[in-house]
């Protein structure tokens, strides 16, 4: 799992930057042209073949005043759903010129409380995000202390694709 805190001053300027960095910068920069606001800050997590970027603090103070009602809080979902379906093109090439590998599938989701956007790019994946309200200290996480993502696999998993069916 690669993570990156895009405003993270820790990061040596000086050095080559590492291809989560070049994400969260490119992140970065598409969110700003495409609303007028950089985010606070940008997570940027490969796991596999799926790519997870994490805006956060990225929703305007008027979107985050709308959203403080239930009908207000789908506006705003629905507004940036639309918005990113709409412009994620530019992000997905440059995605693609970074890692050189295709981007098959994009997804976008708010979580107006907090102010965070969830973008998640995928081969054909299910992505299920859950924003914690803390952090999980990374030795408890992995038993490494690097934080690294943990693949598992399940017993008894059914088809690749949803066509085929298991052999009997």
Request: hydrophobic share 40%.
């Amino acid at each position: 799992m690669n993570q990156l805190n895009h405003s993270d001053p820790a990061v040596a300027p000086e050095s080559a930057p590492t291809v989560a960095q070049q994400i969260a910068r490119a992140a970065c920069t598409f969110e700003e042209r495409l609303t007028g606001r950089a985010p606070r800050a940008v997570a940027v997590v490969l796991s596999g073949e799926t790519l997870v970027i994490t805006l956060h603090g990225a929703l305007s103070p008027a979107e985050r005043a709308v959203a403080r009602t239930p009908e207000g809080a789908a506006e705003v979902q629905e507004y940036h759903r639309r918005l990113f379906a709409a412009s994620f093109d530019e992000l997905r090439q440059e995605i693609k010129r970074i890692t050189g590998v295709e981007v098959r599938e994009a997804a976008a989701e708010i979580e107006p409380a907090t102010g965070t956007v969830v973008k998640a790019f995928t081969t054909g994946s299910v992505v299920q995000v859950f924003l914690l309200a803390d952090g999980v200290p990374t030795g408890t996480w992995s038993g490494d202390g690097a934080g690294a993502s943990v693949l598992v696999q399940c017993p008894e998993s059914g088809p690749e694709n949803p066509g085929d069916v298991p052999a009997n």
